[in-house]
């Protein structure tokens, strides 16, 4: 039997009469690249804000390693491994890089964010901070301050900052949006690299992106889960195709 990190049960999310996310069930393999994807208005960032507890579903369950996460707050599972690009994505752009790893090191080690304490006592997380570095290539870049670096080193900090935090499950909210192409490509390779021993579930409108990481695809339209399988299977599906405006190259473009 598979093993599945991270569980959805017949969630649904409804405002105001409006069902954002419909009877929605999701399982998550562990040590897996999953990919959720669909057409605009599908549900899909409604979906991860209800799996990262910035929303309480209206019905339904999650569970993550089996436990029942239902109730939990943000703070709770970000303390049980489950961190989302988005939660730290807000670098602090007058810090330097290696400053900004810090602040997610103080979290891992059971410290508050003490930004008031001195220099010196911290240099402790050096160490570690320059090895999370290392592994998103921005080592070079240590005390360069964040605001200078470009558009996809930033992505690359934010990378940085979530590793620190130490996630067993890692959910990255549209990670090569508003890139270009040398981006995408340097950003791609950086989810690879970083997803080895970790689950990674992404949303990401980028299907050359989907089509090279993800072992597997969840399509959703109106809330509600449209198809599931390998890209190969989804990108064949006839109702996928019809889903992005009924044109059968749309997965490709």
Known sequence: MSEYILEARNLTK??????????????????TIHALIGP??????????????????TSGEIYFRGKDITRATAAQIAN???VRSFQISAI???MTVLENVRVGLQKSVGSTFHFWKSEASLHHLNDRAMEIL?????DVFSETLAVHLPYGRKRA??????LAMDPVLMLLDEPTQGMGHEDVDRVTALIRKVASGRTV????????VVEGLCDRITVL???????EGTYAEVSTNQQVMQAYMGVETALDA
């Open 80 to 82: 049980m491994g489950i």
């Open 134 to 138: 290392s592994e998103v290539g921005l």
């Open 14 to 31: 409804c405002f105001k009469g409006f069902t954002a996310v419909d009877d929605l069930s999701l399982e998550v393999e562990k040590g």
């Open 201 to 208: 579930l992404m949303v990401e409108h980028n299907m050359s």
């Open 40 to 57: 605009n208005g599908a549900g899909k960032t409604t979906c991860f804000n209800l799996l990262t507890k910035f929303l309480s579903p």
């Open 92 to 94: 602090f752009p007058h």
């Open 221 to 227: 339209q109106r809330g509600a889960v449209l198809a």
């Open 157 to 162: 900090l934010e990378f940085a900052a979530t």
